[in-house]
Each structure stands twice: as structure tokens, then as C-alpha cells.
């Protein structure tokens, strides 16, 4: 088991920042794919950015892209997604996840762990 407490979370202008993290704890942390995840209202959930366990591999989605950045610090079993230039369509609960996906890194059935998620509003 892999429990994932996420924190970061809060209200932001738009055009502001915010940085999330995802803290972990119990079984081995850095064998993991770490991805995360966002659900707004009224939509679906969607992929948002992954990290291979290395730190060398970072997917992102299009909607993104050169806005935010994902990293993880091993030693210190956390993640982290630095949010950049947000909009109100950036509104939505963030939820980090642990998982071996293999090359299906957006899909959030490959993901067996999951954090219970913080709220970021962007308010326009």
C-alpha cells in the first residue's frame, strides 16, 4: 500500500501560481510512477502531468504544457506540480496517483493509489 496526502491547494488570481504537493508514505516510493490528476466541476476527471520513478520521463497534457512542471524528490518520498500562468479553466480538485502504467501514463486506471485530493480555484 501507498497512501498520498496531497496540500497545496487554495484560491489564485488568474495569471497567479501555486505549487502542490503530494507527500507518500508505506511501500517503496521511488519504484512508482507518479502522476497527476484533476477533476473540475461538471467534467471528467483528466490527466494533468506524470514522472517516472528516475525523475528522467515527464508527460504533460496539451492544456499544460509550458505552464506547469512536475518533479518528485525521492529522498524525501514527495512529488510536486509547479502551476504557472493558471486560468479559470485551471479550477478543479488535484489529485496525485501511484502506479506502474507502463506507456499508459494518462490513463487513471493504470494508477492503483490515490491521494484524496486539494481544491485550487482560479478565480478570473
Known amino acids: 500500500q501507498v497512501q498520498l496526502v496531497e496540500s497545496g491547494g487554495g484560491l489564485v488570481q488568474a495569471g497567479g501560481s501555486l505549487r502542490l504537493s503530494c507527500a507518500a508514505s508505506?511501500?517503496?516510493?521511488?519504484?512508482?510512477?507518479m502522476g497527476w490528476f484533476r477533476q473540475g466541476p461538471g467534467k471528467e476527471r483528466e490527466f494533468v502531468a506524470a514522472?517516472?520513478?528516475?525523475?528522467?520521463?515527464?508527460d504533460y497534457a496539451d492544456s499544460v504544457k509550458g505552464r506547469f512542471t512536475i518533479s518528485r524528490d525521492n529522498a524525501k518520498n514527495m512529488v510536486f506540480l509547479q502551476m504557472n500562468s493558471l486560468n479559470p479553466e485551471d479550477t478543479a480538485v488535484y489529485r496525485c496517483?501511484?502506479?506502474?502504467?507502463?506507456?499508459?501514463?494518462?490513463?487513471?486506471?493504470?494508477?492503483?493509489?490515490w491521494g484524496q485530493g486539494t481544491q485550487v480555484t482560479v478565480s478570473s
Open positions: 496517483a501511484a502506479g506502474i502504467p507502463l506507456r499508459f501514463v494518462a490513463s487513471p486506471s493504470r494508477y492503483p493509489y
Open positions: 508505506g511501500r517503496t516510493f521511488s519504484g512508482y510512477t
Open positions: 514522472i517516472s520513478w528516475s525523475g528522467g520521463n515527464t
